[in-house]
Every structure is written in structure tokens, then in C-alpha cells.
């Protein structure tokens, strides 16, 4: 995390903390910058400036790095496959998944699921995962 800037008032810190927080609570749903900056009460590049200011990176990369940790827990536990964990996740793209997932952890999902099971083998259903993230609602 940014070191935060003195000159950032405790409102500001706050709707910033309120953004992040909307990212964290609904990482797998679509979210867009211009949404949750809405949200915060800012336009959508004034939003990123300060975001990035208060936190030291982008919301998309705070985004995309939640969801790659979130994803790393499912790989190690659920018996689902890379992309249903990609789509669980909030992604849309396989491609961007990889390609997130590989430049943070240093190896691509498949080979980071290897390695995490060669020492666990306490598997979770892939049944149960997606009851639990609403993979079987009527849409």
C-alpha cells in the first residue's frame, strides 16, 4: 500500500476506503472504474488520480489483484476447472485471466494448482463452490 499524502483530508480518505470496500464486498460481480467511482462520489479520472494517490496502484490492478488472490484460494480448494474459477472470480476473459494471473503469482493457474496439491489434498467440490456463489440461480 501508498503511503498517504498529507494533504488528502480524512473525507477524501474516507470515500477512498468506501470505494475499496465496494471492491472488496463485490469482487466477482462486473464492476467498471466509472461505477465505483460514482459511488465514491467522484468522475471517473479524478477517482483513479486519487486512488492511486491514497493506495499506491490503480483500482482496476487493486481489482484484478484481489481477484487473482480469491482465485489462488480456489485453485488450492475447489475441484473446479480453470475457468469456471476465471468466471467465479469476476473475470470475463480467459486470456486475461492467464495472462493476470501468470504476471502476479509467476506461474500460469494450472501449474500453481499442481504445486499447491502436491502438498494438500483436501479437495472441495466444485459442486458445493458454486452453490455457495450462486452458480445455480435462475437468471
Known sequence: M????STLDTAVLRRMR?????MDREWAEPLDVAAVAARAG??????????????????GAYLARRRVE??????RTANLTVTEICMLVGFTSLGTFCTR????????PTEFRRR????????????????????FRKR
Open 2 to 5: 501508498g503511503s498517504v499524502p
Open 18 to 22: 468506501l470505494a475499496r470496500d465496494t
Open 42 to 59: 467522484y468522475s471517473r479520472y479524478h477517482f483513479v488520480r486519487l486512488f492511486r494517490e491514497v493506495y499506491g496502484e490503480t483500482p
Open 70 to 75: 480469491r482465485a489462488q484460494d480456489l485453485l
Open 101 to 108: 494471473f501468470k504476471q502476479q503469482v509467476g506461474m500460469t
Open 116 to 135: 499447491a496439491r502436491a502438498t494438500d489434498s483436501s479437495v472441495i467440490p466444485g459442486c458445493f463452490v458454486l452453490l455457495w456463489a450462486g452458480g
